[in-house]
């Protein structure tokens, strides 16, 4: 019989983790960086608590990396479907502007819904020009992220809007539980996207439609629907991610926030192991791929790395993670490794 | 006896420590039609690649006349003189038939395309096989028979002293297979070793000279054709007895008593697409439609399924006019649809066996009331026993099946749903003739509880041990209907015949 | 006689600062004022965008083209077409590279290095000449982050003990000013003695980011940046930074006044530079109420 | 109110202000066929800018030396991005990210700051024209840009290695098994990309008589979406280069139009730019339609 009779075995078990496993190696990725770091920079670890909360360069890490972390997860869902959302960066400058307009004027929890609201809606707007529209993702979304940030500028009126709203001041700048309250946020998120993809259907009916949605759609599969949903979802975070941001520095700065964001979330979420064509998706990874980014922009901080040149070393880094995520280059060094042994 | 052309021996090919091959082996020789033979997943298609250079052996040795050889890639096996026509159809569904027919050999001159004189050689090409068709129409909008007819027309129109057709004949019809034979012949005449494998049994006591019969993997051995009578041939195969499936038709032809009309349709028509037709499936009843290829079988299937949405006509289901413009809408009637194209039109290829096969399931249920994972289990389990489907487990991802085990996930995922009526359009296209039995007696049971049954097949036997009544169809259009005794494959043929006239 | 209305097309850079849009206002409102027909392009900060915008004006034949240049080489070309159709060119805000200065009419602008200058000789007259510095630098390449940065480091080279300890870019956002901040705090803590920003929006993100971490901005550490927008005062009135040189955007008057000239062939200083002028704590009040931007 | 805006000037302007971009496009056309994306096309471009100014200005090299230097780096760039993608079977939206940010360092390294290229021969290039009649002429930029299109449409339609582009975005693993050299392909692509966008560079230095680490931020959007609109799917395998030119000139009609205007102001733009792309996308999907319907 075919049946696998090294399933049972452990280092079998081991070698096929090294084999497909999609977390590790975002994970092997993030850990050399923090080993990088550690060697070249000590301050790097160092944690105290001040005023009842952790505080530390891994604090900022999470901190500073929430913003790409919500992008990720909505974006992951997106990728999934096949498809893609340019214009996240441009939602966070509307939620964040329509929230720093409202919070004087309305309840918080008013502004916060009604920005979130629309973050929402102009998400659904993407969804119908690509699930009922046939509309090109890549296109669609292109749409909204130049028209999205003229939107948040016009509301703004260019100007940076500045406020001290304690509860929306909080959201990006609080703490609980001795951590930022961003990471609250980031893993209520997270969890809550788990559970409604995994303990639903939902995550099987986006990998269907990514994989193969004319399949998908003859199963039954309402295909435009779930990617209005995956898009209107994808708002809700870039939502969330643009409060944070506005929170977090106090002031609504419409033409700037979140600008090339969108590049770091796919980035995010292809580094953690969900193929750019749809299918297989990990939440987690692209969490993970986010945080590798955060920590690579600190690492270059902490080394002092002229700004202009900082580039090549993240191209560096980029590439090399890249690599370990390659079956076929894991075995070619392998083998390589294998051949100079057997020649000594 | 002739030399040998193209010669395996004790090859062995493991995918993530399964063994696909363990002590495979092959001997071609010259001007011969080689049959290689064996159940759902015993390891052909992948001693193909392996002849091929799609896969490099773990073990074991490839020689070709006399010398031995490793072809790292198709192109290398291409220029060593191997032409092969791959079991799952591979073409470029976005380039047009001529151009995937001379992809890699363009007439060209100073580099560039020779477009006319390229249209010119892909109609030669097509003529030989007696197909006329448009070669600028891309080929993911053609059939899956002229698919399979271009993907010969390719494999013969490469200079090559050896020609390997992996299930060259699954989706085509009598005519078209005579015609094929008709070229397999000449060129065995002409000295060429051809590889063939298919799962009709006729065919191969038809065409072949040699039989080789493989069997989880293994090589179980090599027969002349002539000496090897079919249950024993099967026996080899299967590696146990196997009782013939005549007794089946019996059964449904005692057991056809006036009952309920389920499904019915008025002059359904679509422009350019399919003349009026009317039909009428009653519950519990195994209706099928027979024609030639491009007869419009599969048309009727997808405009009743809401693929094809129909401009003209109605569609009654219980007595009620209902209206299906999706799949999802089908569905939600109690339709299932399980297509012929399963490639492009059934597997979700980076999941699971498990996930493939509840998809439709979860698909009906809504998204969010998750079918349990243990009844996800029980399902995938009941039906890998069922139907006998060679996977690892329930957990493998389906693109690592062979071609007839993924047929039978998926004709899995449409039985599980209990629909009141399933349309299988060519269901036992790459079925071996263990599972072919298993299927046939599955759909008798499944009548018996009261579904209906729209079964397109281009095997004609097939269709005749099935169905309880035939709908014939030709050019689009129905043209007669045959129930009960009349069904016959001789008086099939004839209503398509009398029709010429 | 009755003087033609004028058509003047300016190229502005963008939006993307509070600075930059109080400059497009200047120039607006002065063009209202004076029943100019301003044709306005926002390069998108691109300069092909720009230099794109130029070639509409000319093929449109304005009278007069006003630039705020995005860099300060790539000119000529599309100068040289200007001048061939007899438009002349009114530069703003910053200059240009090029080989013939007649490619345009005049420059009115500051001089960024002696903005960075002025930051770095007010700093080091605050901290009597001894400070570990953290210089925020603007985006990579821009103009202003070059030059500030360079008049900086003039500016501090008299003073030995005047170190910078740490130089990154903040992207002249006020989030990357405290990401940035916020990271070098973590790595230097109490060592630093003073920040230099290119601009108020990353020493008010600074600001943020020393608050987070304990310290007193404007006391414990030293903030020092240019620019001069509101913001900027409404810190320096709640003593949390101590210093902008103003960066003036308004230059709307005089960019007319120069246009007009050249219009009746008045012959134009090549350059123009609008004095800069620093600011601190002490007259902060005074000023805050008048500022628009 | 757009008076001056169709007259033949303007449309040589037309093809001289997206020299560039079209250039670039026609290197990505090829690119998205296959299956791929290049991201670095911005910042090869603006790396191939300062090399070249650098090469003329501070090291007095030949422009024609300088600009074939720049090419042999971009398309050896591209080539080692598509070996990468090939040999390692790495995504491509990773791997040119890589060299988008390699290329986008290494100009900095070069030069900081932006330079200017005072040689005879490149006033001489910019202001070269050839006169079409009227007041229409193109510019050394537009010519470059026909003349690649031209090669363009003949590499990708009427070469067997064009078909062997489609196959491969068609299909990989179809294209595997009927033998197209997937290896050369891949990396030929990128390495076309690569040239491309290098070529799109020394346009860029010819166009602004200068070299700029800076340029082109933001540059790969705007190519990836003039060559979508032009039809071709994301997905690989569809479109045409002739969709391309059409989607360049569209986008860079909607972006010209609306500077033209010159009323609106920043924020309006962007919104006015948003619409247009939408309406016209819109019009597009309309009749692709209807013709899919007509057949
Ligand atoms: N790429 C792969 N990865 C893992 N397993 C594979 C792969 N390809 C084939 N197999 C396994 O190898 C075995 C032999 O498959 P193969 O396709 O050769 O069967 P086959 O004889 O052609 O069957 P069929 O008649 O159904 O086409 C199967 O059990 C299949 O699951
Ligand atoms: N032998 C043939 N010769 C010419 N054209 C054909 C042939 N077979 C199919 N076609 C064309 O292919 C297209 C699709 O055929 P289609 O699949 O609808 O028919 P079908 O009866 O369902 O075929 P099948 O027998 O494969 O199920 C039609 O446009 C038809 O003209
Ligand atoms: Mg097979
Ligand atoms: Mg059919």
């Known amino acids: 019989m075919l049946l696998p009779s090294t399933m049972n075995d452990p280092l079998a078990k081991l070698k096929s983790l090294f084999q497909g496993g999609s977390l590790l190696w975002p994970v092997v990725g993030l850990t050399l960086l923090f080993g990088f770091n550690a060697v070249f920079s000590p301050s790097f670890f160092h944690l105290e608590v001040r005023d009842g909360h952790l505080y530390g360069t891994l604090v900022d890490i999470l901190n500073q990396g929430s913003k790409v972390m919500l992008l990720a997860i909505g974006m992951t869902l997106i990728i999934a479907t096949g498809g893609v959302d340019l214009s996240v960066g441009s939602l966070m400058a509307i939620a964040g502007a329509v929230a720093a307009l409202m919070v004087t004027k309305i309840s918080f929890a008013a502004a916060v819904a009604l920005s979130l609201g629309l973050a929402t809606v102009a998400g659904v707007c993407n969804g119908i020009l690509i699930g009922y529209g046939g509309i090109q993702p890549i296109i669609a979304t292109l749409i909204l992220m130049v028209a999205g940030r003229g939107l948040a500028m016009l509301l703004t009126g260019g100007q940076i809007i500045t406020f001290e709203h304690p509860a929306f001041v909080f959201i990006g700048n609080g703490h609980f539980l001795g951590l930022p309250f961003t990471v609250t946020i980031v893993l209520f998120v997270l969890c809550f996207t788990l559970l409604a993809t995994r303990k639903t259907a939902i995550g099987l009916f986006l990998e269907s439609v990514g994989d193969n949605e004319k399949a998908a759609r003859f199963c039954g599969i309402n295909a435009s629907l779930v990617k209005v949903m995956v898009y209107a979802y994808s708002g809700l975070c870039a939502g969330v991610a643009g409060l944070i941001a506005t929170s977090n520095i106090k002031a609504a700065d419409s033409s700037r926030v979140g600008e090339f964001m969108e590049l770091d979330a796919i980035f995010a979420v292809v580094v953690g192991g969900t193929p750019l064509t749809g299918g297989r998706f990990s939440l987690v990874g692209s969490v993970i791929g986010a945080l590798l980014i955060q920590t690579l922009t600190v690492t270059m901080y902490n080394l002092g790395v002229e700004p202009s040149v900082a580039p090549v070393p993240k191209a560096i880094v980029i590439v090399a993670v890249c690599l370990m995520q390659s079956g076929r280059f894991r075995t070619h060094m392998l083998s390589f490794f294998g051949k100079r042994r057997v020649a000594t | 006896m002739s030399a040998s052309v193209l010669r395996a021996q004790n090859v062995v090919k493991a995918f993530q420590g399964v063994k696909a091959l363990d002590g495979a082996g092959l001997d071609l020789r010259e001007a011969e039609i080689h049959a290689l033979m064996g159940e759902n997943g015993a390891g052909k298609s992948t001693l193909i690649k392996v002849l091929t250079g799609v896969h490099k052996p773990d073990a074991g040795g490839i020689e070709m006349a006399g010398r031995a050889i490793s072809p790292g890639s198709t192109r290398e096996a291409e220029a060593a003189g191997i032409s092969t026509v791959y079991q799952e159809v591979n073409l470029i569904p976005t380039l047009s038939i001529a151009d995937n027919i001379l992809l890699g050999r363009q007439p060209r001159t100073f580099g560039l395309l020779r477009k006319k004189a390229l249209k010119k050689r892909a109609e030669a090409a097509l003529a030989r096989l007696g197909l006329k068709l448009d070669v600028g129409q891309t080929v993911g909008s053609c059939s899956m028979a002229v698919q399979q007819m271009v993907a010969i027309a390719r494999a013969l129109d490469i200079q090559a002293k050896v020609l390997i057709l992996d299930e060259p004949t699954s989706s085509l019809d009598e005519r078209e297979v005579e015609f094929l034979f008709g070229i397999m012949r000449k060129l065995r005449d002409e000295g060429m070793a051809i590889l063939f494998v298919t799962h009709f049994l006729d065919q191969v006591y038809a065409v072949s000279d040699r039989i080789t019969v493989l069997r989880n993997g293994k090589l179980v051995g090599e027969y002349l054709a002539a000496d090897l009578p079919r249950l024993k041939l099967i026996g080899a195969m299967l590696g146990r007895e196997f009782e013939e499936m005549e007794h089946l038709k019996e059964e449904t032809a005692h057991s056809a008593p006036a009952r309920k009309v389920f499904l019915e349709t008025v002059n359904l028509s679509k422009r350019g697409l399919m003349n009026p037709v009317s039909l009428s499936i009653a519950e519990g009843e195994v209706l099928g439609l027979a024609g030639l290829l491009g007869s419009g079988r599969t048309e009727i299937a997808k405009m009743l399924f809401g693929i094809a949405v129909p401009d003209k006509g109605e569609i009654r289901i219980q007595g009620k006019q209902a209206t299906i413009k999706s799949a999802r809408q089908a569905v939600q009637h109690g339709l299932a649809f399980c297509s012929e194209d399963r490639k492009s039109e059934g597997l979700i290829p980076h999941l699971s066996v498990r996930e493939n096969l509840i998809l439709a399931m979860q698909a009906s249920r809504g998204p969010l009331r998750l079918l349990p994972r243990k009844e996800q289990d029980r399902l995938a389990e009941h039906y890998i026993r069922a139907l006998n489907i060679k996977t690892p487990n329930a957990e493998a991802l389906i693109q690592n099946l062979s071609g007839g085990n993924q047929q039978k996930v998926l004709l899995a995922r449409w039985l599980s749903m209990q629909p009141k009526l399933i349309i299988l359009d060519e269901p036992t296209r790459g079925i071996d003739v263990g599972a072919k039995a298993e299927i046939e007696k599955l759909v008798h049971s499944l009548r018996a509880q009261g579904m209906s049954v729209l079964f397109i097949s281009s095997d004609m036997e097939e269709i005749v041990r099935t169905c309880q009544r035939v709908a014939v169809l030709r050019d689009r259009k129905k043209i007669g209907e045959l129930s009960g005794a009349d069904i016959q494959v001789n008086r099939i043929m004839n209503v398509i015949a009398q029709h010429d006239e | ?293 | 109110m757009y008076e001056g805006f169709f007259s033949g000037r303007v449309v040589g302007n037309l093809f001289g202000d997206n020299a560039s971009l079209g250039i670039a496009a026609v290197g990505m056309t090829l690119v998205i066929l296959s299956g791929g994306i290049d991201l670095s096309v911005g910042s090869v471009l603006a790396f191939s800018t300062v090399f070249i100014a650098t090469l003329v200005q501070q090291k007095g090299v030949n422009p024609m030396i300088a600009i074939g230097l720049a090419l042999m780096v971009g398309t050896a760039l591209g080539a080692f991005m598509g070996f990468l993608i090939n040999r390692y079977d790495l995504p491509p939206f990773l791997v040119t990210l890589g060299g988008m940010f390699l290329a986008r360092g290494m100009g900095f390294v070069i030069s900081k700051e932006s330079l200017g290229i005072e040689n005879p021969l490149y006033n001489k290039l910019t202001d070269f024209l050839v006169p079409l009649g009227g007041k229409a002429s193109l510019s050394v930029p537009a010519l470059i840009f026909l003349a690649i299109f031209l090669v363009g449409i003949l590499v990708t339609h009427y070469t067997p290695y064009g078909r062997n582009v489609y196959a491969l975005g068609g299909s990989e693993p179809s294209a595997r098994l009927m033998g197209v050299p997937i290896g050369t392909t891949k990396v030929a692509v990128y390495a076309i990309s690569g040239f491309c966008s290098a070529l799109a560079g020394a346009v860029m230095t010819i166009f602004t008589g200068s070299g700029n680490p800076t340029l082109g931020v933001g540059f790969e959007l705007d190519v990836i979406a003039s060559v979508v609109i032009g039809g071709t799917l994301l997905t690989g395998g569809v479109g045409s280069q002739l969709g391309t030119l059409a989607g360049v000139l569209i986008f860079g009609t909607i972006n010209t139009a609306l500077t033209f205007d010159g009323r609106l102001n920043s924020y309006w733009l962007r919104i006015a730019i948003g619409g247009l792309l939408l309406a016209f996308i819109l019009f597009q999907r309309f009749l692709t339609r209807t013709s899919a319907l007509a057949r």
């Open chain 3, 1 to 293: 006689v009755i003087a033609k209305q004028l058509t003047v097309g300016f190229a502005q850079v963008g939006a993307e600062s509070a600075w930059r849009t109080a400059e497009t206002d200047s120039i607006k409102n002065e063009a209202a004022k004076r029943n100019v027909n301003l044709k306005f392009s926002d390069a998108q900060g691109k300069q092909e965008n720009q230099i794109k915008a130029v070639r509409g004006f000319i093929a449109q034949g304005v009278d007069a083209i006003i630039i705020a240049p995005v860099v300060e080489t790539g000119w000529e070309p599309v100068l040289r077409e200007a001048k061939r159709s007899k438009i002349p060119v009114v530069l703003v805000d910053r200059g240009i590279k090029v080989s013939d200065d007649s490619l345009y009419a005049t420059l009115i602008a500051s001089d960024f290095v002696s903005e960075g200058r002025m930051a770095a000789e007010w700093l080091a007259k605050k901290v009597n000449g001894k400070a570990n510095i953290v210089e925020l630098q603007g985006t990579p390449g821009a103009a202003p982050a070059i030059d500030r940065k360079k008049g900086f480091e003039e500016g501090i080279k008299e003073h030995p003990e005047m170190k910078i300890i740490a130089s990154q870019s903040g992207d002249f956002r006020r989030s990357g000013g405290k990401e940035v901040m916020e990271a070098l705090l973590k790595k230097y803590g109490n060592e630093v003695t003073a920040v230099y920003a290119h601009n108020d929006d990353m020493a008010l993100g600074a600001i943020q980011a020393l608050e987070e971490a304990g310290k007193k901005p404007g006391t414990d550490v030293v903030v020092v940046s240019v620019d001069g927008v509101k913001g900027a005062f409404e810190a320096m009135v709640n003593s949390k930074l101590n210093c902008t040189v103003e960066c003036n955007p308004l230059l709307g008057p005089l960019a007319f006044d120069a246009v007009e000239k050249a219009k009746q062939g008045e012959k134009l200083p090549k350059k123009t530079i609008v004095p800069d002028k620093t600011y601190d704590q002490s007259g902060a009040k005074d000023v805050i109420a008048s500022r628009q931007y």
